[in-house]
């Protein structure tokens, strides 16, 4: 299955965003995605997850603030983005753990200014 990312752009500090992931085929609530981060010169962190309709997990950097959901009719994963800060910026990439392999999206940018 491909994934691809949309929704990223360019916001004031404080504002919102939504990001969505697009698969290719079908998706199942067992299986686990979500997305990641990987701000300029930093490495990759797992920004939150979703596995079933409603087992999620955030790094502690954004819960409050962010929320991940999913539409299994839609086959698309969602990230709602609230009260961004500017070190929210980075490349923001969706994955999908399908079978033994993990598929990630080609990358949404998300810049935050001050």
């Known amino acids: 299955v491909q994934l691809q990312a949309s929704g990223g752009g360019l916001v004031q500090a404080g504002g919102s965003l939504r990001l969505s992931c697009v698969a290719s085929?079908?998706?199942?609530?067992?299986?686990?995605m979500g997305w990641y981060r990987q701000p300029p010169g930093k490495q990759r962190e797992l920004v939150a997850s979703i596995i079933g309709r409603s087992a999620t997990e955030y790094a502690d950097s954004v819960k409050g603030r962010f929320t991940i959901s999913r539409d299994n009719a839609k086959n698309t994963v969602y990230l709602q983005m609230t009260t961004l800060k500017p070190e929210d910026t980075a490349v923001y990439l969706c994955?999908?753990?399908?079978?033994?392999?993990?598929?990630w999206g080609q990358g949404t940018q998300v810049t935050v200014s001050s």
């Open positions: 994955f999908i753990n399908w079978g033994p392999s993990t598929n």
């Open positions: 085929g079908p998706i199942f609530s067992n299986n686990h």
